[in-house]
């Protein structure tokens, strides 16, 4: 199992800092989303990654989150970094459409195809993998890690029916998103009710889910232990 570390922060030797700090820890790598509330355009986008991959020996993960930052990391950027660095070693495409990610499976693994994509959306698993892509990197698995390695299997071993029905599963699942916003909260709980942790406590602002939100909770929480 391969560990990765966030090191994502607005300035630049912040998150070479952190980088350093994950390596030195033997971290596989770190995933660092680039800066927010200004708008970066695909040069600014260029520097800041480029500034971090030249002073840290750390495997990147680029962190395309546009709903977070307000614009997309293009295909064309991905390649310049990934030709140039050869520690920028994959992206997580958190967006709900997966046209862009296709694109950077398009753009990307075909020149360079050591260079790993994966959906940030649950829901994205299937695709991107029939896309050529490596996966996903979601939410869900942190609650039912068997149900994915279970949905991984089912397509490497080529079985598109047993996929087709875990495909059907994760998009009821999605449903766990909108029990609270924001979703952090939820997960907590989940992971409470599995005995995964002691406590759903979250920091503030933060506040825990009500008694109807955690009965809805469970519910869904029973749906995904439940046989396909």
Same mark, same amino acid.
Request: proline share 5%.
């Given at each position: 199992? /391969? ?5 994502? /922060?607005? %300035? ?7 980088? $350093? +700090?994950?390596?030195? !820890?033997?971290? %596989? ?15 600014? #986008?260029? *520097? ?10 750390? &495997?990147?993960? #680029?962190? &395309?989150?546009?709903? *977070? ?10 390649? *310049?970094?990934?030709? !140039? ?14 046209? =862009? ?9 075909? /020149?360079?195809? =050591?260079?790993?994509? +994966? ?7 299937? =695709? ?5 892509? &490596? ?6 698995? &942190? ?21 087709? !029905?875990?495909?059907? /599963? ?27 942790? $002691? ?7 933060? #506040? ?5 939100? #955690? ?14």
């Amino acid at each position: 199992m /391969r560990v990765y570390a966030g090191a994502s /922060r607005l %300035d630049v030797e912040e998150s070479i800092e952190l980088a $350093n +700090y994950a390596y030195e !820890k033997g971290i %596989d790598g770190v995933m660092i989303i680039s800066p927010y509330y200004f708008p970066l355009d695909d040069e600014g #986008i260029f *520097r800041f990654y480029s500034a971090i991959a030249a002073k840290t020996s750390a &495997n990147i993960f #680029i962190y &395309n989150f546009p709903e *977070r930052t307000g614009y997309s990391v293009s295909p064309d950027v991905c390649l *310049r970094l990934a030709d !140039k660095y050869p520690n920028i070693i994959g992206l997580k495409d958190t967006i709900p459409d997966t046209t =862009h990610t296709a694109q950077v499976i398009e753009t990307v693994k075909s /020149r360079l195809p =050591h260079f790993e994509v +994966y959906a940030g959306y649950d829901n994205n698993f299937a =695709h991107v993998l029939l896309s050529g892509g &490596n996966g996903c990197i979601g939410g869900l698995s &942190n609650i039912v890690p068997q149900f994915f390695a279970s949905w991984m299997q089912a397509f490497t071993q080529g079985d598109l029916a047993l996929v087709a !029905k875990h495909q059907q /599963r994760v998009d009821q699942l999605m449903a766990i998103y909108g029990v609270n916003a924001p979703f952090i909260p939820t997960f907590k709980k989940a992971l409470q009710l599995k005995g995964v942790v $002691n406590s759903d406590y979250c920091t503030a602002p933060f #506040i825990g889910l009500n008694n109807i939100q #955690i009965e809805q909770l469970q519910q869904l929480l029973t749906l995904a232990d439940s046989p396909l």
